[in-house]
């Protein structure tokens, strides 16, 4: 389905810690923004790599987690109503005749936008495929790498890959609504809820669900239907299994992806970007944090904040080249007060 | 880009980078790891982990070293994955100082 574009000023790519705080430094100066994360919930690799692990170079935060630090951000950009616009991820970004930026969606939503920020870190999260020639053409059809409809697999034969809280909430939750579960880990040691490896264990002793440790080798195809699979143990012994459905749960990895077709000024599969405005080779468009590359850029959150103040900046002046931008204070500035939805402190 | 496992490691396979790799990108050859070139996010962790310096980032592989970077990414697709540290290799330290031994990599 094809949805009109929404008009913005601000659009930004990648919700992590410094598109987080690109919300902010743009709310500073009046400008309201739209984030597009592919993730289903803000943070980036905090999130998804470091939710737990503690971070200590953050100035005045000793320490927090990666989750923390995400939560703290969402919270310091509240007032600025940014609306996000998750679990999609940017296809492509072309420049348009009167300068606007035309921005699409893996969800088929396009943006027209007049400054976009791209703060994509080391690109979007997608789930890791079983690397085997020709599954391609089955993806969606009858293989999975995430379940929409799981109804759609009623009454048919489901192997689930992996070792994850993924695999085996969908192995649990299916194992009652289809023909049967074949659950497959490349070693017998699961990295998931230790209520959910118990009740898998449980299931598989009771003959419910079928546990095998080893890898999908290969792959047999009938009337463009999966048929069956291939199950390589550490030893090189095979088996055959027949299967209607396979479910892929490995875990999400970054891909840089479209973002190298945009025709953007490209070094070491980062964005060349100018230290005044952090502007990209297209005018309007900026790249902030891990994604930018310059002289001397050292991928530190820090730095990505910084980025993010001055790319605004640069922003404002150029959606209003006659406006002259002031600098204000949050601490003093009833402008930047009212911005931030607080009450102004009187002095006596 | 991607970072990449070099000579260095080749019999001595000594495992601390693998502890330290947020996204699980290591595989593990019998006498030597390299690194999965499309799971590595250039976050350069692992290479001051290694005590043979043998990991180095794309573009800073020394050039007699050029030929592991395919070699890295021939290799993984086969190779398991591995994500815990264990013992080096019994001869590690034997062999850790020890140049030109390409011909010493067992697939």
Redesign the interface.
Known sequence: MLHSPIEADAVIIGAGPVGLFQVFELGLLEIKAHVIDSLPEAGG?CIE??PDKPIYDIPAVPVCTGRELTQNLLKQIEPFGAQFHLGQEVRTLEQQADGRLLIGTSQNQFFLSKTVFIAAG?GAFQP?KL?LEGLEALEDKHIFYHVKHPEQFSGKKIVICGGGDSALDWALFLVEKVASVTLIH?RDDFKAAPKSIAKMRELCASKKMQLLIGQITSYEVQDDRLKEIVVTDIDGNTQLLPVDDLLIFFGL??KLGPIAEWGLNID??QLTVDTEKFQTSIPGVYAVGDINIYPGKK?LILSGFHEAALAAFAAAAYLNPEKQIQLQYTTTSPKLHKALGVSSPTFE | ?TYVVTESCIRCKYTDCVDVC??DCFREGPNFLVIDP??C???AVCVPECPVNAIYAE?DVPGDQQSFIKLNAELS?DW??ITKSKPALPDADEWKDVKNKLDQLVK
Do not use: F
């Open positions: 690799q790599l470091y080391v890791r690397s490349r990895s970054p070491r599969k991928k | 880009m947020p996204v499309d799971e996010i250039d976050c573009d697709p398991t994955s």
